[in-house]
């Protein structure tokens, strides 16, 4: 199924949030989406991403409109409250929109983690500047709303975040010159790596002795990644701490310096005082 839906109701939807100006105007935005809600949940459900998707597209540009307006918010408040759909002061008004959609007719203890996903997926969208029209494919492309949802302050998800330090693991551990745990040994065929790559997996045992022993060996591309992964994240943390370290040093003799320097001033002044006193 594509990822555009285009149905009467979609569009009626549609024209019905982009006009919407006054209470009744919301009330009749959001029960024209609440049936489009229905519609999925009655018919394909969560099988039918398209249909979701759209819907949330309708969802972040009613949104966006209540976001800008100084009243409108209020009778959002109003609905909420005339279906008895649940809200504090410490709501986000992208909740509020997500449970005015998906929470009437008492489903909101049913799927409460869902909502929060749908309510971030429209800040996140929102604060990206994405319309609804372009939600659909903006979801697709990040894998999806558990993915989208996951996203840090800096815009990443987790399978960012991985592929960052997969990358990073690679070129520090193919360009390093130190040596980590063991600098060379006869690689055995075991752990020869596929072609195009330089790495393999070695599993080391510790023997009575103390001693280590190579028992197995793969060079299985995923499994590398994920120990690359998992590599990659650890380095970078070290480097950071290396670099706060250094910035803690630099600061600590900074604050040496100045310091050397204003008990210098101070004796200058006090030398001064007491030669002017002994003078008059």
């Known amino acids: 199924m594509t990822t555009t839906v285009s149905t009467q109701n979609t569009a ?16 009749n935005a959001l029960k024209q989406m609440i049936a489009q809600r229905i519609k999925w949940q009655d018919g394909s459900y969560a099988a039918s991403n398209a249909e979701l998707y759209t819907l949330l597209g309708q969802c972040l540009n009613f949104y966006a409109l209540i976001s800008k307006s100084n009243y409108l918010p209020s009778a959002l408040n109003y609905f909420l409250d005339s279906q008895s759909i ?73 399978s960012d975040r991985a592929k960052a330090n997969f990358e990073y693991a690679q070129r520090a551990l193919i360009e390093t010159t130190q040596i980590l745990l063991d600098s060379s040994f006869n690689l055995p065929r075991e752990l020869e790596p596929v072609a195009g790559s330089k790495f393999s997996i070695a599993l080391i045992r510790k023997n009575a002795d103390g001693s280590g022993a190579i028992v197995h060996g793969t060079n299985n591309t995923v499994i590398i990644k994920a120990v690359l992964e998992q590599a990659g994240k650890m380095l970078k943390d070290d480097a950071i701490k290396i670099v706060r370290e250094q910035i803690s040093q630099q600061s600590a003799n900074q604050r040496g310096e100045n310091m050397g320097e204003f008990n210098n001033e101070m004796a200058g002044i006090s030398g001064s005082s007491d030669s002017s006193a002994m003078a008059a």
Do not use: C, M, W
Not at 12 to 27: K, Q
Not at 121 to 141: H, N, S
């Open 86 to 158: 649940s809200y504090n002061t410490g709501t986000s008004l992208s909740l509020k929109v997500i449970r005015a959609i998906f929470a009437a007719g008492g489903l909101e203890d049913k799927i409460a983690k869902r909502l929060f996903s749908y309510a971030r997926v429209l800040k996140i969208a929102g604060d990206a500047g994405i319309t609804g029209e372009q939600l659909p494919d903006f979801i697709t492309e990040h894998h999806g709303i558990d993915e989208l949802r996951r996203k840090n302050s800096d815009g990443e998800t987790p």
């Open 12 to 27: 009626e939807a549609t024209i019905a949030v982009s006009n919407a100006s006054t209470r009744t105007d919301i009330n």
